[in-house]
């Protein structure tokens, strides 16, 4: 309930098990977090496309503590820093809490227990997952 409706197009490739991104008509720059105007050159002409998912995991974390009824039954919670090819930097959910720190990772959007998106590094070249996945991942 409190995630803003610009991101509503990432839930509709979540849905689509699509990767998409907004990305700058003006100066083909890949925003994210998602916003109405571009964080570069300021124009508002923003089209939600497919980018490369790939990227680098520049730190993980372990959450311990959530105010989120649902992440306290689940702890610890592994999240990480990707930054992706375009240049995109995102705070994602892990798949696998052991991945190291400069691995490669695809990044994919599932449907979250809300029914909205949530951004998911992975292995390179895992298949599709869902969020029940995800919650297996946070256990091993």
Excluded at 12 to 36: D, G, I
Excluded at 92 to 117: E, F, Y
Aim: hydrophobic share 35%; proline share 9%.
């Amino acid at each position: 309930p409190y995630r803003n409706d610009v991101a509503l197009p990432l839930t509709e490739a979540a849905q689509e098990n699509t990767f998409k991104l907004p990305v700058c008509a003006a100066c083909q720059t890949v925003q994210y977090p998602p916003r109405e105007i571009c964080r570069r050159c300021l124009s508002d002409d923003l089209v939600w496309q497919p980018v490369s998912p790939r990227g680098t995991l520049l730190s993980q974390v372990d959450l311990h503590h959530s105010l989120e009824p649902y992440f306290r039954d689940h702890l610890p919670w592994p999240t990480g820093t990707v930054q992706l090819e375009n240049g995109a930097v995102i705070i994602c959910h892990l798949l696998d809490s052991h991945m190291a720190t400069g691995a490669m990772v695809d990044m994919q959007a599932v449907i979250d227990p809300g029914g909205r998106a949530a951004l998911v590094a992975a292995p390179p070249g895992t298949k599709t997952i869902s969020w029940n996945d995800v919650e297996q991942g946070s256990k091993s």
